[in-house]
């Protein structure tokens, strides 16, 4: 498979990046500190830590009560069959049991070992289905942002009437992290942000390689595949930063695609749209007049 970039192209690529990092982390640190409290929130991993990530959307509050249902059905039946084995094991055994039955067909027995399984599915099917059928149909959205899978970064597009600009999102080096407080590993210099209860619509798709574009805290994974354009949404309760990473092995550069979304209130969005316009607008027509050379 042909390389994504080569020479020069990369090098003025990540010359235009580490020049927006210093200006996009002042930005978004003024705006940070202007922001309620509730928008200094770091959802990460904890040392630790077990069970999934704080749900912060509805789908993912969703997605975790299924789950939590279904772990309780799992453990109900593995105790169940569990003890019916352990009942086989002392109770049928040969010193205990040294002249066996030759019954070989027992009707409700068997009607119940086929029915009852029947009705767990279904009863896991029903709440099964409306999940899917809520991640899959997508409300109207207020905002679509565009993201692509790159090797190895992520590039984040907003539509001409959020703005009309794109702009690179790659991981920060392990002391640029813990200048601004964040993880190493999950911060990045430029973050994609989205308003607080917006519908926000992400088309997924990727250069080169797959990729898969990941947000637990919001119930999102879509691949990011090649040549084709996939959707989904989400819509977030809380002020804060949300990370993710790639979750599709894609490479030497795998573990360094971190993902982060900044949600804020509606005004702050406002603003950094109004800083965002005029900054990546410049750096478009920088990247188009190196992508030409």
């Not at 055994?93 to 599915?121: D, F, G």
């Not at 990011?224 to 092995?249: D, H, K, M």
Request: glycine share 6%; hydrophobic share 50%; with cysteine.
């Amino acid at each position: 498979m042909p390389m994504e970039q080569t020479g020069s192209r990369e090098t003025r690529l990540r010359r235009i990046t580490s020049r927006l990092a210093a200006g996009m982390a002042a930005g978004l640190a003024a705006m940070a500190a202007a922001a309620p409290a509730a928008a200094d929130v770091i959802n990460v991993p904890q040392p630790w830590q077990m069970g999934m990530m704080p749900p912060h959307s509805e789908m993912a509050q969703n997605m975790v009560s299924f789950h939590n249902g279904l772990l309780w059905v799992i453990t109900i039946i593995t105790v169940f069959v569990g003890a019916l084995l352990l009942i086989c094991i002392f109770r049928f055994n040969e010193k205990k049991n040294p002249n066996p039955s030759r019954t070989s067909h027992n009707t409700m027995l068997e009607v119940a070992w086929t029915v009852i399984p029947i009705l767990i599915l279904v009863g896991i099917a029903i709440p099964s289905f409306r999940l899917l059928r809520e991640q899959v149909i997508i409300p109207e959205p207020d905002i679509v942002v565009k993201v692509t899978g790159h090797s190895w970064y992520w590039e984040y597009e907003y539509p001409e009437d959020q703005g009309g600009f794109s702009f690179i999102s790659a991981m920060l080096e392990r002391d640029e992290a813990e200048a601004i407080g964040q993880p190493y590993l999950l911060a990045v210099d430029n973050e994609m942000v989205v308003p607080v209860g917006a519908n926000v619509a992400v088309q997924v798709t990727a250069q080169g390689v797959l990729h898969a574009f990941a947000l637990p805290s919001f119930g999102v994974k879509m691949d990011a595949v090649p040549g084709r354009l996939n959707e989904t949404w989400f819509r977030a309760e809380r002020e804060g930063i949300y990370f993710g990473q790639c979750s599709e092995l894609c490479g030497a550069g795998h573990a360094f695609m971190p993902i982060a979304v900044r949600v804020v209130s509606e005004e702050a969005y406002a603003e950094w749209l109004d800083e965002a316009r005029a900054m990546f607008a410049s750096v478009d027509d920088e990247r188009q007049v190196a992508a030409s050379d």
